[in-house]
């Protein structure tokens, strides 16, 4: 992706696959959000492609949601004049089928499915956690849950693939832990997560896969516990060991346990999210990409 003569990111080549969470770091202006821009159709890659699902992704945010992918932003981007529950219920605008026309004359197949979109907006609520917040404004609710509500607004895509850049900004500690516990239950959704992140505790206790970026190129793409010792990454974007975790007392050991599985993306099952959410939402709420 270049932007007049620089060029943001270069041959990045980066499978992920279903159930797995893979971190992806480096220093600011690495490229990582301009490469979930591309991923996601923001921007048209000046060269390459996306592949998802064993097809091309038109650049085409619409169509990149409908196929199955949805994000976060870095800055919150909420509307912040809607209840929390509005706010998740438009981002299943892409999983919905009335048109205008029925819309503004409230014929029964809109009712029918704004009825089953407020529900299964409660239902990605509870999933975060916010459930006793659905009437709360996006604007009044604390930082932490604002951060949540745009999780749930993305879950309500019911994606395959879910992008978050930096969820845990400006958290706290607390905020940080329940992110991190809320990540490890998406994955076990079987979605997949690629996730933005400069805390490099939570990316190494997190993830099963590291990717580390540096001035738009792949450094290494590993598990944790290599990228965190490659001496390549904690000069280009850590700057000290002192920083890793590990080496103070309380930072949480690296799981390296859940290493990639073998199928990927292109592989994944069709209505494979549905067996799982199938207890939390209406037979037929979901539409497959
Ligand atoms: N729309 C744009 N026009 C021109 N240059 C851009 C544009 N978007 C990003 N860039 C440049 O591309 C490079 C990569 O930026 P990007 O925001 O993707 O980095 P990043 O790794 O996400 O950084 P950070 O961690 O600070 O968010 C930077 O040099 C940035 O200035």
């Known amino acids: 992706m270049q932007f007049g003569g620089l060029t943001?990111?270069?041959?990045?080549?980066?499978?992920?696959?279903?159930?797995e969470i893979v971190g992806l770091?480096?220093?600011n202006g690495a490229g990582k959000t301009t490469f979930f821009n591309c991923l996601t159709g923001m921007y048209q890659p000046t060269a390459g492609q996306v592949l998802f699902a064993g097809a091309v992704l038109p650049p085409q945010p619409r169509k990149v949601a409908v196929a199955g992918v949805a994000r976060t932003f870095q800055n919150i981007r909420l509307f912040h004049n809607m209840t929390a529950l509005e706010n998740v219920m438009v981002g299943r605008y892409a999983r919905t089928k009335t048109n205008a026309i029925e819309a503004i004359l409230r014929l029964p197949r809109h009712r029918?499915?704004?009825a089953e979109t407020?529900?299964?907006?409660?239902?990605?609520?509870?999933?975060?956690?916010l459930g006793d917040a659905?009437?709360?404004?996006?604007?009044n609710m604390p930082y932490g849950d604002q951060r949540r509500l745009e999780i749930a607004r993305a879950l309500a895509l019911e994606p395959k693939l879910l992008l978050l850049d930096e969820p845990t900004a400006g958290m706290n500690p607390q905020e940080t832990r329940e992110a991190e516990e809320l990540i490890t239950r998406i994955r076990g959704l079987g979605m997949a997560v690629l996730?933005?992140?400069?805390?490099?505790r939570f990316i190494f206790s997190l993830c099963d896969r590291v990717a580390c970026l540096v001035r738009g190129e792949v450094l290494i793409d590993d598990v944790p516990e290599v990228v965190q010792n490659d001496p390549r990454v904690i000069e280009a974007y850590i700057g000290s060991p002192v920083d890793m975790p590990g080496e103070q007392e309380e930072a949480p050991r690296p799981d390296v346990s859940t290493l990639a599985p073998s199928k990927p993306v292109l592989e994944f099952p069709p209505n494979a999210i549905n067996p799982?959410?199938?207890h939390r939402t209406k037979p037929g709420g979901r539409k497959d990409a």
Request: no cysteine; proline share 4%; charged share 30%.
């Open 112 to 114: 029918r499915e704004e």
């Open 276 to 278: 799982i959410i199938g």
């Open 25 to 27: 770091i480096g220093p």
């Open 8 to 19: 943001a990111v270069n041959k990045v080549d980066l499978d992920i696959h279903p159930g």
């Open 195 to 200: 996730v933005i992140e400069h805390d490099m």
């Open 118 to 129: 407020r529900e299964v907006a409660q239902q990605w609520l509870d999933f975060v956690g």
């Open 134 to 139: 659905a009437e709360s404004l996006s604007r």
